[in-house]
């Protein structure tokens, strides 16, 4: 496999204190205004994710957790309460400085895969990386890095229709870190995959947190893969029960 020059320094990634959180949830309400009469989705939520940690958040639909997930990138604000990233007041900065730590910092998995069609897995890949401005003389040797991470070395050249579904996961699992984010986060990412697909997904998840020095907050309504999990955050009614 190719390696990126020794002088190549990435770009963005920059180190974190492994004893303090990567990210902290205060007292986070969050309220929606619906035919005139507020709908309160989260109530008073606490919560950490640490270093190189997989968290995740356990709940029915409709319980809170997408509404949470997207908190926690940015893409939306609580009513109430704090979030902060690596100690800085993440949910009090501008949209713009928000997106930057987003752009830079922080991967996104979908249910929905969000993998580009007519593109190759390679190029999928590839293309997160333009999007994030990284430097081109160092995609090739990452996008090759990433997808032969997630056991895909041998398909990078197949487009999304002639790959199965939990590998369709994998090449946005491999597209979500190519930029060498600090926090992936990921909504429901197994819930459209068999049981052997789902193994496999999580497999890829815990050898990205060994190598990539990556935390993972992921949701999910399944029980059967919440003991590969760090910590478990059960959800209900839009707050964390024991």
Not at 24 to 34: G, P, Y
Not at 82 to 95: A, L
Not at 135 to 154: D, I, M, S, T
Not at 162 to 183: F, W, Y
């Amino acid at each position: 496999m190719e390696q990126p020059n020794k002088q190549d320094k990435w770009p963005f990634r920059t180190n974190v204190n492994p004893h303090e959180p990567l990210l902290l949830v205060k007292d986070v309400e969050r309220t929606f205004n619906v035919g005139g009469q507020k709908l309160h989705v989260l109530k008073g939520i606490q919560m950490e994710v640490r270093p190189a940690q997989l968290v995740i958040l356990r709940g029915r639909s409709g319980s809170g957790k997408t509404t949470l997930l997207n908190m926690l990138g940015g893409l939306d604000l609580p009513t109430k309460g704090e979030i902060r990233f690596r100690g800085e007041p993440f949910s009090s900065w501008s949209d713009d400085k928000r997106t930057i730590t987003r752009r830079n910092d922080i991967g996104f998995i979908f249910q929905a895969f969000a993998l580009m069609p007519l593109l190759s897995a390679y190029e999928n890949v590839e293309l997160s990386l333009r999007m994030a401005n990284i430097p081109r003389h160092l995609w090739k040797a990452r996008v090759r890095q990433c997808l032969e991470l997630v056991g895909l070395g041998k398909r990078m050249n197949h487009r999304p229709f002639e790959m199965s579904g939990g590998e369709q996961q994998r090449v946005a699992i491999a597209k979500a870190i190519a930029h060498k984010p600090l926090l992936l986060l990921a909504d429901e990412p197994t819930a459209d995959l068999d049981t052997h697909m789902v193994a496999q997904v999580m497999g890829v998840f815990q050898q990205i947190i060994r190598s990539e020095n990556i935390s993972i907050c992921m949701t999910t309504h399944d029980p059967t893969i919440l003991e590969v999990a760090d910590h478990v955050y059960e959800m209900v009614d839009g707050k964390f029960v024991s």
